[in-house]
């Protein structure tokens, strides 16, 4: 089955930066539109930026100019390199595809943001 493993959240102050990997098993990781969700407490899980190439990321409002999103077909991975964090910011990270999230949601990755 397939399987979604997010990493490299942590706590960084605002005005920092974090870079976020999701690897993905069990499908053909290639011919899928990736995304980032996050999810604050007590709040929906939102978008936050999708990927099929490397020439149409999108954005949402809220990180457009801050974050970046990009893909390692190679490493079935994509990556969201987070800068100049908010506090807004804090939530847990998930990958999935887009706009149907087709997998299993996996675990996460914890982002804090706070001095």
């Known amino acids: 089955q397939v399987q979604l493993v997010e990493s490299g959240g942590g706590l960084v102050q605002p005005g920092g930066s974090l870079k976020l990997s999701c690897t993905v098993s069990g499908t053909i990781f290639s011919i899928h539109r990736m995304g980032w969700y996050r999810q604050a407490p007590g709040k929906q899980r939102d978008m936050v930026a999708h990927i099929h190439s490397e020439n149409d990321p999108n954005y949402a409002d809220s990180v457009k100019g801050r974050f970046t999103i990009s893909r390692d077909n190679a490493k079935n991975t994509v990556y969201l390199q987070m800068n100049s964090l908010e506090p807004e910011d804090t939530a847990v990270y998930y990958c999935?595809?887009?706009?149907?999230?087709?997998?299993?949601w996996g675990q996460g990755t914890q982002v804090t943001v706070s001095s």
């Open positions: 999935n595809s887009y706009p149907t999230r087709r997998f299993d």
